[in-house]
């Protein structure tokens, strides 16, 4: 479904664009500047939905957040039944924040069951990532 999106997308915004140049299209320039910017939102729409469900942002995320926790577990492994001290809590936020998340509990979930193992309970601190994840994360 996204490549037809994509391909009518890019056909839309060929017909404006080449409607703009006045090349064998008998079309009003309100209908050339619609189809261009009409065809370039679907090609942007489509390639963000592409991108959204690939292994970036919130995929990543897990699997950082299990990796974290598989270093924290093989760091203290006396420590996996009872940590009093929380080290292993501690290592898998450490281990969150140099891989550039940072922990937040503003979504439901992580309100629920506030763990360090928890994906649901970070975001990235990128701007653009943070933005992609909170979108992904909505619908969780």
């Not at 703009?20 to 942007?44: I, Y």
């Amino acid at each position: 479904m996204i490549l037809v999106l994509i391909f009518v997308g890019v056909a839309l915004a060929t017909f404006g664009v080449l409607s703009l140049l006045d090349v064998q299209f008998k079309a009003n320039k309100l209908t050339a500047v619609t189809a261009l910017f009409g065809g370039m939102a679907m090609v942007v729409g489509a390639e963000a939905g592409l991108i959204g469900s690939s292994s970036s942002f919130f995929k990543a995320q897990q699997i950082q957040t299990s990796a974290c926790e598989l270093d924290g577990e093989s760091a203290y492994p006396e420590n996996r039944r009872l940590d009093p001290n929380h080290l292993i809590r501690k290592y898998i936020l450490g281990c969150m924040e140099r891989a550039g998340y940072a922990w937040t509990t503003d979504h439901d979930h992580c309100k629920e069951a506030p763990l360090a193992t928890n994906a649901l309970c970070y975001l990235p601190t990128g701007a653009f990532d943070r933005a992609v994840t909170k979108v992904q994360v909505a619908f969780e």
